[in-house]
C-alpha cells in the first residue's frame, strides 16, 4: 500500500510563507545600518570613477604600502620622494637604534631603503640651490611624562646638533658641520643668496630655544652662529622667504611654546637688523597651532594664506577659519577669506599648476575626529569649492607634495590611539584637471635658467601660463620650500613659447624647479625639471 504524504493546506502555506518573510525583514531591518553603509559605499565607489564626476571633482587612489612611519617628505630632483621616520615616533625603535628612511619611485611605485646614520625624527629641512636637501636636528631623547620618571616631573623630547645633506644622485646622506645649538621641531628656510636659516626647536635640554639663529655655509659645509639676530618663535614656526628678503611669520605653528598671543604674533622679520613687523588682523589668533600656511600663486603677488588651525597643545578646538594677507601692501594686514568646509586641524594645503590649492585632510580635535575632505581654492574666485573625498584620514604626522605629473601624494598620519597606530598608505589625488582633455607636452626647455633672462620652449598646443614651482619638503603641517613663480610669456608662435623670467632672487631662489605650461584652459603638462643657478 502507497504511503500516504500529508499536503499544507493552502492557509498553511500562506502563514509559512509570511513567517519567513517576517524573519528575512526582522534580519534585514537588523543589519540595515550595515547593508545602508555597504550599498553607499559601493555607489561612491561607482561614481567615483565616471568620467563626469572626475572631470568635476578629480579622484582619490590608494596606490601603495610604503609600511614606513613616515614624518617628513620632500620631493627630489629625480622625480623620486623622500620619506623620512627616523624611529618615526615610536620610542621602540628609538631604543634600538632603527632609524628608517625609505626612497618612493612614483613612477615606478616602488619603495627603497636608504641608510639613515641617526634619529632623523622631528628635524627641520630645506633645499639647497644645488638640489640637495639639508636635514638638521633630531631626537636626542623621547619624553617621559611626569607618572613614568622617578622625580615625578615630565621630561620633553630633547635636540640634537646634527646636521646631514641627502643627495639625490647618490641616494645616500652626506655629513655636514654640526649645528651650533642642538633643535628638535625647528624650521629651516632657504634664502636669496643660498644660505639656509635655522630657528627655534626644543635644545638638549629639552628647553625652547630662547631666539638662537644661526646658517648654514655651503661653501664650509658649516653652521654659523648669528648672536645680532635674536628672535624666540614657537617650535616648526611657519616662515616664508618674501620679495623684499624679510622673513614672514604667519603665526602658525606645530608643538611648543609660550601660549600668549604675543609670543605668537604674525610678522615681517627683517634678517638685516633684527627689526620685526608686527602684520595684524589675523582673526582668531588664540587658534593658530596646526595651522596651514600657503605663499599664493604666482609668487609675485606676495599673499599668503592661513588655513584653519586649533588651540595651543593637546586642546580640543579646531576652526574653519582662513585669512589672506597681501605682503606687498605698505602696511600688510589680515582679511578674513572663505570659510574651509569643516574645522580643521593639521590640514594639508599643497599648490596645484593651474594656480588654485588643494586644502585635503585634517582633523575636528586634537589628532582624532578626521575630515575626510578635501576642496580646492580658487585664487581667481576667493573661493572653495568640494571635490572628490579622500579614503583615507591625515592628522598628526602627515605629508603632502605636488608630483611632476601634477597628481598630489599624501603620507603618513599617527592619530591618538593605545597602541600609537601609524597610517603607512600612500594615497594620490589626481585632480579634475587630468580629466579635461589633452595635455600640452613641453619639449626643448633649457636645463638651466638664468633669472632676469628670457628663455624659449616648445609647446604641442598654444599656451595660457607657464609656472616654476619650487618641490615641497613637508612635515608638521610646514613646507617652507614650496611656490609658484609665473613666467610671463613675451611670445608665441608656431608652438614656440617665449617667456621672461624673475629677476628678484628673493622670489625665485635658486634650486631645481618644476616647468609647467598649460593650454589657457587649466590643463597643465607633465613638469619638466629645471635648474634656477644662484
Same mark, same amino acid.
Given at each position: 500500500?502507497?504511503?500516504?504524504?500529508?499536503?499544507?493546506?493552502?492557509?498553511?502555506?500562506?502563514?509559512?510563507?509570511?513567517?519567513?518573510?517576517?524573519?528575512?525583514?526582522?534580519?534585514?531591518?537588523?543589519?540595515?545600518?550595515?547593508?545602508?553603509?555597504?550599498?553607499?559605499?559601493?555607489?561612491?565607489?561607482?561614481?567615483?570613477?565616471?568620467?563626469?564626476?572626475?572631470?568635476?571633482?578629480?579622484?582619490?587612489?590608494?596606490?601603495?604600502?610604503?609600511? $614606513?612611519?613616515?614624518?617628513?617628505?620632500?620631493?627630489?630632483?629625480?622625480? !623620486?620622494?623622500?620619506?623620512?621616520?627616523?624611529?618615526?615616533?615610536?620610542?621602540?625603535?628609538?631604543?634600538?637604534?632603527?632609524?628608517?628612511?625609505?626612497?618612493?619611485?612614483?613612477?615606478?611605485?616602488?619603495?627603497?631603503?636608504?641608510?639613515?646614520?641617526?634619529?632623523?625624527?622631528?628635524?627641520?629641512?630645506?633645499?639647497?640651490?644645488?638640489?640637495?636637501?639639508?636635514?638638521?636636528?633630531?631626537? !636626542?631623547?623621547?619624553?617621559?611624562?611626569?607618572?613614568?620618571?622617578?622625580?615625578?616631573?615630565?621630561?620633553?623630547?630633547?635636540?640634537?646638533?646634527?646636521?646631514?645633506?641627502?643627495?639625490?644622485? $647618490?641616494?645616500?646622506?652626506?655629513?655636514?658641520?654640526?649645528?651650533?645649538?642642538?633643535?628638535?621641531?625647528?624650521?629651516?628656510?632657504?634664502?636669496?643668496?643660498?644660505?639656509?636659516?635655522?630657528?627655534?626647536?626644543?635644545?638638549?635640554?629639552?628647553?625652547?630655544?630662547?631666539?638662537?639663529?644661526?646658517?648654514?655655509?655651503?661653501?664650509?659645509?658649516?653652521?654659523?652662529?648669528?648672536?645680532?639676530?635674536?628672535?624666540?618663535?614657537?617650535?616648526?614656526?611657519?616662515?616664508?622667504?618674501?620679495?623684499?628678503?624679510?622673513?614672514?611669520?604667519?603665526?602658525?605653528?606645530?608643538?611648543?611654546?609660550?601660549?600668549?598671543?604675543?609670543?605668537?604674533?604674525?610678522?615681517?622679520?627683517?634678517?638685516?637688523?633684527?627689526?620685526?613687523?608686527?602684520?595684524?588682523?589675523?582673526?582668531?589668533?588664540?587658534?593658530?597651532?596646526?595651522?596651514?600656511?600657503?605663499?599664493?600663486?604666482?609668487?609675485?603677488?606676495?599673499?599668503?594664506?592661513?588655513?584653519?588651525?586649533?588651540?595651543?597643545?593637546?586642546?580640543?578646538?579646531?576652526?574653519?577659519?582662513?585669512?589672506?594677507?597681501?605682503?606687498?601692501?605698505?602696511?600688510?594686514?589680515?582679511?578674513?577669506?572663505?570659510?574651509?568646509?569643516?574645522?580643521?586641524?593639521?590640514?594639508?594645503?599643497?599648490?596645484?599648476?593651474?594656480?588654485?590649492?588643494?586644502?585635503?585632510?585634517?582633523?575636528?580635535?586634537?589628532?582624532?575626529?578626521?575630515?575626510?575632505?578635501?576642496?580646492?581654492?580658487?585664487?581667481?574666485? !576667493?573661493?572653495?569649492?568640494?571635490?572628490?573625498?579622500?579614503?583615507?584620514?591625515?592628522?598628526?604626522?602627515?605629508?603632502?607634495?605636488?608630483?611632476?605629473?601634477?597628481?598630489?601624494?599624501?603620507?603618513?598620519?599617527?592619530?591618538?590611539?593605545?597602541?600609537?597606530?601609524?597610517?603607512?598608505?600612500?594615497?594620490?589625488?589626481?585632480?579634475?584637471?587630468?580629466?579635461?582633455?589633452?595635455?600640452?607636452?613641453?619639449?626643448?626647455?633649457?636645463?638651466?635658467?638664468?633669472?632676469?633672462?628670457?628663455?624659449?620652449?616648445?609647446?604641442?598646443?598654444?599656451?595660457?601660463?607657464?609656472?616654476?614651482?619650487?618641490?615641497?619638503?613637508?612635515?608638521?603641517?610646514?613646507?617652507?620650500?614650496?611656490?609658484?613663480?609665473?613666467?610671463?610669456?613675451?611670445?608665441?608662435?608656431?608652438?614656440?613659447?617665449?617667456?621672461?623670467?624673475?629677476?628678484?632672487?628673493?622670489?625665485?631662489?635658486?634650486?631645481?624647479?618644476?616647468?609647467?605650461?598649460?593650454?589657457?584652459?587649466?590643463?597643465?603638462?607633465?613638469?619638466?625639471?629645471?635648474?634656477?643657478?644662484?
Amino acid at each position: 500500500m502507497a504511503p500516504v504524504v500529508a499536503r499544507p493546506t493552502t492557509s498553511r502555506r500562506r502563514r509559512r510563507l509570511l513567517q519567513a518573510t517576517i524573519i528575512v525583514l526582522v534580519v534585514l531591518a537588523g543589519n540595515f545600518p550595515y547593508m545602508d553603509s555597504w550599498a553607499s559605499d559601493r555607489y561612491d565607489e561607482w561614481r567615483s570613477h565616471q568620467p563626469a564626476y572626475m572631470r568635476d571633482n578629480g579622484r582619490w587612489d590608494i596606490v601603495a604600502d610604503s609600511g $614606513s612611519r613616515s614624518i617628513h617628505a620632500a620631493l627630489l630632483r629625480t622625480g !623620486k620622494v623622500l620619506l623620512m621616520a627616523g624611529s618615526g615616533n615610536d620610542k621602540n625603535n628609538f631604543d634600538a637604534k632603527r632609524f628608517e628612511t625609505i626612497l618612493w619611485d612614483p613612477t615606478a611605485n616602488s619603495f627603497q631603503k636608504i641608510y639613515t646614520p641617526w634619529d632623523v625624527f622631528c628635524a627641520g629641512h630645506a633645499f639647497l640651490p644645488n638640489g640637495d636637501l639639508l636635514i638638521a636636528g633630531g631626537t !636626542k631623547a623621547y619624553e617621559v611624562l611626569a607618572q613614568d620618571a622617578p622625580d615625578g616631573k615630565k621630561k620633553e623630547y630633547e635636540g640634537l646638533k646634527d646636521s646631514y645633506v641627502f643627495d639625490p644622485i $647618490s641616494q645616500r646622506y652626506v655629513k655636514t658641520g654640526f649645528l651650533q645649538h642642538a633643535r628638535w621641531y625647528p624650521t629651516l628656510v632657504t634664502l636669496a643668496n643660498g644660505a639656509v636659516v635655522a630657528v627655534s626647536g626644543l635644545n638638549e635640554n629639552g628647553d625652547i630655544d630662547p631666539g638662537n639663529t644661526e646658517s648654514f655655509d655651503i661653501a664650509s659645509s658649516a653652521w654659523i652662529e648669528h648672536p645680532e639676530l635674536v628672535k624666540e618663535f614657537p617650535t616648526y614656526p611657519s616662515l616664508l622667504l618674501t620679495a623684499d628678503g624679510r622673513l614672514f611669520f604667519s603665526g602658525a605653528n606645530a608643538g611648543y611654546g609660550p601660549a600668549s598671543l604675543e609670543a605668537r604674533q604674525s610678522g615681517l622679520w627683517n634678517l638685516t637688523n633684527n627689526q620685526f613687523q608686527a602684520v595684524p588682523g589675523l582673526p582668531l589668533p588664540e587658534v593658530n597651532e596646526t595651522a596651514g600656511t600657503v605663499l599664493l600663486a604666482p609668487a609675485q603677488d606676495q599673499k599668503v594664506m592661513f588655513i584653519g588651525g586649533g588651540g595651543v597643545g593637546d586642546t580640543q578646538v579646531a576652526t574653519d577659519r582662513t585669512a589672506i594677507v597681501d605682503l606687498s601692501a605698505p602696511q600688510p594686514a589680515w582679511q578674513r577669506g572663505p570659510d574651509l568646509s569643516s574645522p580643521k586641524r593639521y590640514p594639508g594645503a599643497v599648490l596645484l599648476p593651474d594656480d588654485t590649492v588643494l586644502v585635503s585632510g585634517g582633523s575636528r580635535r586634537y589628532r582624532a575626529k578626521d575630515t575626510l575632505t578635501a576642496e580646492i581654492y580658487d585664487p581667481a574666485t !576667493k573661493a572653495f569649492r568640494p571635490v572628490a573625498d579622500p579614503h583615507v584620514g591625515r592628522d598628526y604626522h602627515s605629508e603632502y607634495l605636488l608630483l611632476p605629473d601634477g597628481r598630489v601624494a599624501v603620507f603618513g598620519s599617527n592619530p591618538l590611539s593605545d597602541d600609537n597606530t601609524f597610517d603607512t598608505r600612500v594615497e594620490v589625488y589626481s585632480p579634475p584637471y587630468l580629466y579635461a582633455g589633452e595635455r600640452p607636452v613641453i619639449s626643448g626647455a633649457p636645463g638651466t635658467i638664468t633669472r632676469g633672462t628670457t628663455i624659449t620652449l616648445r609647446a604641442s598646443q598654444k599656451i595660457g601660463k607657464v609656472r616654476l614651482m619650487r618641490p615641497g619638503a613637508y612635515t608638521h603641517v610646514t613646507d617652507t620650500e614650496q611656490r609658484s613663480v609665473a613666467l610671463p610669456i613675451t611670445a608665441q608662435a608656431d608652438g614656440t613659447v617665449t617667456v621672461s623670467v624673475p629677476d628678484n632672487p628673493n622670489v625665485l631662489p635658486g634650486d631645481w624647479y618644476m616647468l609647467f605650461v598649460d593650454n589657457g584652459a587649466n590643463v597643465p603638462s607633465v613638469a619638466t625639471w629645471v635648474h634656477v643657478t644662484p
